[in-house]
């Protein structure tokens, strides 16, 4: 059995030591990087102003020509230009409001609707005003052409005129008609004597003797084709939560500003402005010729 006669101390003396060494190196090392650190912080602010004094020349150049640029933006003819091209440029983009307008309408248009023509106006900023000129056949068309138009999710309000009732019914009894026979509203009663209904048949005959033309049907002129006999042209007046409004260029000009996107004036029919193209086919007659446009609807008859 061996003793350990050596005191504890002896192997804790070697451990610091050894610690103290550890400990000297570790502050070498840490002097050495704060000296490698602070040498490149040195070089980074030396070339940081560096390049800020080589920048300044530049920036006093461009600072220089801003102002010019400024001074020279002031100048009246330079206004003038820049007024005049703005304008320029809100018109052209305002070429494809009419389109895009009568674009989004015809999914909304039933196909039994033929359309004669069509014409826009703004009536605010925000809100246009459109009226549909076409023909139908029927009362129940003219019901649903209501429905149809309620279905666009831009109008506001939904008007309708012109419809003429030309459909067959059955009248009261009078003293000349004891039978209530089916006539048009626009005729007299069918007479119960034969020879009198005799003598009604032969006047209605007589009343459409040769070739009337009825809505510039079977004429050779080029002009809208209205409404054939048994139908009515109807009018539609449509307000649209769409804006329209043109950019006005009187009020423009005679102003110190550029022109604002869509201002003053109105865009359509009224105040002289002119309508894009196809837009309106116009009245029929030989003072407006006219081809049939995209607007029409079913073709002509």
């Keep these: 059995m061996k003793l350990n006669l050596l005191p504890a101390t002896v192997s804790k003396g070697k451990q610091s030591k050894t610690a103290w060494i550890a400990s000297v190196f570790i502050i070498f090392v840490g002097i050495g990087i704060s000296l490698a650190l602070t040498l490149m912080s040195a070089k980074a602010l030396a070339d940081a102003k560096q390049a800020y004094e080589e920048s300044i020349p530049p920036a006093q150049r461009a600072l220089a020509t801003a102002q010019k640029a400024d001074d020279y933006m002031r100048l009246p003819d330079v206004i003038a230009l820049m007024k005049n091209v703005s304008l320029g440029q809100a018109m052209i983009a305002h070429n494809d409001k009419y389109p895009d307008l009568y674009n989004s309408l015809r999914r909304y248009v039933p196909p039994f609707f033929r359309i004669t023509s069509m014409a826009a106006t703004p009536v605010s900023d925000t809100q246009s005003s459109v009226t549909l000129t076409g023909t139908l056949d029927s009362y129940q068309q003219y019901a649903d052409l209501m429905l149809s138009m309620m279905r666009n999710p831009e109008a506001v309000s939904v008007s309708r005129s012109g419809y003429q009732a030309d459909e067959l019914f059955v009248p009261q009894i009078t003293e000349v008609d004891q039978a209530g026979r089916p006539r048009r509203p626009n005729e007299a009663p069918i007479p119960d004597d034969p020879l009198q209904r005799l003598a009604f048949f032969e006047a ?3 009343q459409q003797p040769g070739f009337t033309g009825v809505g510039n049907f079977g004429t050779s002129t ?11 042209l109807v009018t539609v007046q449509l307000i649209l939560n769409h804006a329209l409004q043109t950019p006005n260029p009187t009020a423009t000009l005679g102003s110190g500003g550029a022109a604002p996107g869509g201002v003053g004036g109105g865009g359509g029919f009224p105040g002289g402005s002119s309508p894009p193209p196809g837009a309106n086919r116009g009245a029929p007659g030989p003072s407006a010729p006219s081809a049939p446009g995209p607007m029409s609807r079913g073709g002509e008859r």
């Design 204 to 206: 209605q005959g007589a």
């Design 222 to 232: 080029d002009v809208t084709r209205l409404a054939m006999p048994g139908e009515s």
